[in-house]
């Protein structure tokens, strides 16, 4: 009966490694993603956290060393702190960002005491596996190590497939904050129990419970948490919110007595238009473009319809292909009713074609050219948008142009981000464009710039003599806008960005951050 029963409780320490591994990996995951949706620096975040954590799991392992004389009481401590850190970390820093602005710090505290928590697991692991039968070092490694691996692979598969989906950032962390609780504390007390005394054991038990409360309430309330630190990042009421597998979705709508209300468009957090001026915005983006050949139009981006919408006022326009990654912008475009007003039902015209693919692969496995291209896509501020301002993703763009084509793409604002602004000119040029760069005066953004660009000579700046009437564009006012006062003109030896050094952007700082 011994043998059995001592395979059973090995069994049951390389159980609680592989679900104390799963449970680690997706505190991690859980801390990136979170950073990648507030900050938008994917590769930032992750290296913040997953620095921050090995070199804590570290220190864990050395600090862990005197608590393995009680390493049952000293396993089943941890697991609790665990539980209750590593379940409220995604909430902690939410509400960290929204009211503290304080989301930096707290990232790097939360990280390290995760991480510190999570490097003393193996350790006191260790000295439990050894309690139930004396084995050699290397092999008691290599078995623990295996269920460790194994289950960070469950880990990691199950964050972005199961838990982001079903449960969301927040609720899914409290979720696996209870399993680790569950799983560390019911090792102790079941294969470990006479070691503990009836004391320890109590207080193990009251600090269990009381946990599982602070999750359990926690989970409860965690819907009206989200919309309140939601509502606190924005000035405006939030009428709709969403967290796709892609980005975040808000829409808000100012409260106007006087006129009607302002609607704007949120992803991650970044101002995609405002109702209000958005006009401005779209006109100065297609219309220029269209001035040469447009029978048929590509649109990279542009899921909300608005640039559809000023395509589609010119009757030669035979066909268009609209190319989004996130079906949900397009289905609140077809279906919200204020986006629908603004662009005026674009998507149910027979001319429109949608297509729910990344731009960057569609358009290596794409074979049409089209006379007018629009590349209309979200600030690069990650490493996941910075390839599609890459030199390689201009190539496949010219590829897709006609004999004779125009292509116009956003650049951002040549005023508060000057070298970010002249990069994309200087990475359009690289793959034999010639440019035309010009900027429009849109006040939810401040001066908002453009780059026209063509293959064999630079593009005319002007309209087409079948443009429709517009409402912040005519001939002279465009002519202007490629005027740029003297410390606003092109900065030379701007460098280009490129799949392999990603120039990311940042604002605060006005350049491209290069990895």
Known sequence: MRAPRTRLARAAVLLAVFICAACGLVYELALVALGSYLIGDTVGQASIVLSVMVFAMGVGALLAKPLQRRAEAAFAGIEIALALLGGLSVLLLYA???WLSLYVPALVVIALLLGMLIGAEIPLLMALLQRIRKQDAGSAVADLFAADYVGALLGGLAFPFLLLPVFGQIRGALLVGAVNAIAGLGLVLTVFRKRL??????????????????????FAFAGQFELSARQALYADPVVHAERTPYQEIVITESVNLSGPPDVRFYLNGDLQFSSVDEYRYHEALVHPVLAGRHESVLILGGGDGLGLREVLRYPDVRNVTLVELDPEVVRLARSQPELQAMNRGA????????????AFTWLRENAARYDSIIVDMPDPDSTATAKLYSVEFYALV????????RLVVQAGSPYFAP???WCVESSLREVGLRTVPYYMSVPSFGDWGFHLAAVNSEPELALSPAAPPLRALDTESLRASAVFPVDRRRIPDVPSSSLMQPRVLDYAKDEWRAY
């Open 419 to 421: 070298r970010s602004y």
């Open 398 to 405: 010219r590829r897709a142009m006609a004999d004779g084509g």
């Open 96 to 98: 960290a960002y929204a």
């Open 197 to 218: 005394r009836r004391r320890t054991q109590a207080i193990l038990a009251v600090a269990a419970v009381g946990v599982t409360v602070v999750l359990t309430a926690t």
């Open 347 to 358: 998507f149910n015209d027979p001319r429109v074609q949608v297509v729910n693919a990344d």
